[in-house]
Nanobody, 121 residues
Framework: QLQACGGGLVQPGGFLRLSCVGSGNMFSRYAIGWYRQAPGKQRELVATISSGHTTNYADSVKGRFTISRDNAKNTVYLQMYFLEPEDTAVYYC?????????????????WGQGTLVTVSS
């Protein structure tokens, strides 16, 4: 079970930190991905982190977003800096039951309920 939180309304250039909390010990063994879906658009992969803490980012968020994990707390974070209106979307975290994350959404096994991020002045 996954619980994503931390979304909200923020002005352009602002900061938000999303959290994804899981149950059990799956976070320590499995890769985690953050996806987002904007209105009228397809779901897109934002960032991933492996069980070994290797990270990858979509080109659109490189240098602005940081994904990290705290296995002791069963939590993965997505820190989002210099937010832009184009970042407005529902953000989802998902578990890929492998140590190395997939880039294919259908290969993720568990999904959180999503948290809405709105970037607007």
């Amino acid at each position: 079970q996954l619980q994503a939180c931390g979304g909200g309304l923020v002005q352009p250039g602002g900061f938000l930190r999303l959290s994804c909390v899981g149950s059990g010990n799956m976070f320590s063994r499995y890769a985690i991905g953050w996806y987002r879906q904007a209105p009228g658009k397809q779901r897109e992969l934002v960032a991933t982190i492996s069980s070994g803490h290797t990270t990858n980012y979509a080109d659109s968020v490189k240098g602005r977003f940081t994904i990290s994990r705290d296995n002791a707390k069963n939590t993965v974070y997505l820190q989002m800096y210099f937010l832009e209106p184009e970042d407005t979307a529902v953000y989802y975290c998902a578990v890929n039951r492998k140590p190395v994350p997939s880039r294919v959404a259908s290969e993720y096994n568990y999904w959180g309920q999503g948290t809405l991020v709105t970037v607007s002045s």
